[in-house]
């Protein structure tokens, strides 16, 4: 019987869920896709439990969730910040890293640094952390990066990208989110000859740099694969180019024209084809030759399709779902760019500009997480948007064309999301009770 019962134990054991980490932006595999399971179908009356919050300073950047630690960054200054879209002001104050206990939100180690910001919207850092295995590397809106060791905070390198590379910071900072491949951190630097750069992931020494754009952009860089080869996308201001990602020798590229500098999406891959847009309704539709890594244009300047400004868009097959500039959520069919349907009810209001919901796939639902601070349960499918649940979680802490919004990432991990604003970070629980 004690046989049996241990043999009980074990197999329980082999087939619990396992908890998953959200270590970077957009989650394990950079998709937006939280493969957890056992999670609420519906919200529970009185709406989810808050297990734990914990105060923090202003920032954009989404939290990271790995190991049992949370690392979240933030700004912390005296002055108000919230000063209108397109204007640069000076203003001093701290960034912040900071490692959270993932169960109780108790700060474990923090690190902080004197940051002058000269970006609008200065609230604070933009881009979510990245942890790999006993490292985690952060990017400050002032182009300040930093690798530490996650279980001592200690700096393992840092190096300020403006400085060395001579660049100027982005109107609106530095906020395209490095990407870690192989022993390598892929990040958008700026600069002579150095829009982007590759840098050893343990030392920060450089191991390549491409590229010369009149501005760095903010699309943070992608790698894929096709015809045969690996190929890092990067898209910048005056072009999309595919190159190297050994050697960062270029590939292949097509012009693009972005108004303001704005190009914050991450390219969008759907087989064949590749998918750009931004600001003022610039996008183009790219083909990818199949023999040798080559492409060529498809169409340009499409009208009424989705053309992102603070959301990354999220494909299904040959439908891509997203939030336009104009604040209105839609779906469109991919290579040709029709309009299959548009829609308000997200957001509970009219369109408004920039208007945004961070979508990410669980199964076969999707959550959104809107600039109100609420949290939807939804299905989406060519046919429209369908609402399940919503419930608000935490409050907008910054304002941004007159009104109140909180535009920051969640982090999704061990059946919980991880979700900040200006004043607090907060853990809700998302665990089906069933």
């Given amino acids: 019987m004690v046989i049996r019962a241990l043999m009980l134990l074990v197999a329980a054991a082999q087939t619990a869920v396992v908890a998953d980490d959200w270590p970077q932006w957009m989650g394990p595999e950079r998709n937006n896709v939280w493969y957890e399971s056992g999670i609420v179908r519906k919200f529970p009356d009185g709406g989810p439990k808050i297990l734990w919050r ?80 006993n490292r985690i590397y952060t990017l400050g ?36 989110h490095p990407l870690i491949d192989g022993n390598k951190l892929l990040t958008l630097a700026g600069g002579p000859g150095s829009h982007a750069v590759a840098l050893n992931k343990m030392t920060g020494v450089e191991i390549w740099r491409t590229g010369t754009s009149p501005q760095q952009g903010y699309s943070p860089p992608a790698v894929i694969k096709h015809a045969g080869v ?91 779902y997203g939030f336009d500039q104009k604040g209105v959520m839609r779906a469109i069919s991919i290579p040709d760019g029709e309009r299959l349907w548009e829609t308000t009810d997200v957001l509970g209001q009219r369109p408004a500009d920039s208007a945004t919901a961070f979508i990410v796939q669980n199964n076969d639902r999707f959550w959104l997480f809107n600039e ?20 608000k979680v935490i409050e907008p802490s910054n304002v941004a064309y007159g009104r109140d919004v909180v535009w920051s990432m969640p982090a999704f991990a061990s059946m919980h999301a991880y979700i900040r604003n200006d004043n607090e970070i907060i853990c809700v629980d998302l665990a089906d009770p069933q």
Wanted: glycine letters at 8%; hydrophobic letters at 40%; proline letters at 6%.
């Fill in 230 to 320: 690996r190929q890092l996308l990067l898209l910048r201001p005056d072009a999309v180019t595919s190159v190297d990602p050994e050697t960062g020798k270029e590939y292949w590229s097509v012009p693009y024209k972005a108004s303001s500098g704005s190009m914050i999406m991450s390219p969008v891959v759907a087989g064949e084809y590749v998918y750009v847009a931004g600001f003022n309704k610039q996008s183009v539709m790219i083909r990818m030759a199949s023999g040798k890594p080559s492409a060529t244009e498809v169409w340009r300047g499409k009208k009424d399709i989705i053309c992102p400004v603070n959301v990354q868009p999220f494909l299904v097959d040959d439908v891509l």
């Fill in 54 to 133: 914990t105060p923090i300073a202003g920032g954009f950047a989404g939290p990271a969730v790995a190991d049992g630690k949370v690392f979240v960054t933030d700004y912390v200054i005296d002055d108000n910040v919230r000063i209108a879209n397109f204007d640069r002001k000076e203003f001093t104050g701290t960034e912040r890293v900071l490692c959270l206990n993932e169960s109780t939100g108790n700060v474990l180690w923090k690190h902080e640094y004197a940051v002058r910001y000269t970006i609008s919207y200065p609230a604070g850092p933009r881009c979510t952390p990245s942890v790999d295995g």
């Fill in 141 to 176: 809106a002032e182009g300040d990066l930093f690798c530490f060791d996650t279980a001592t905070g200690d700096v393992v390198w840092q190096k300020n990208l403006r400085t060395e590379y001579g660049a100027k910071t982005p109107l609106w900072g530095y906020a395209a």
């Fill in 372 to 391: 109100l601070g609420e949290l939807i349960i939804a299905r989406l499918s060519r046919q429209g948007f369908e609402e399940i649940d919503r419930e």
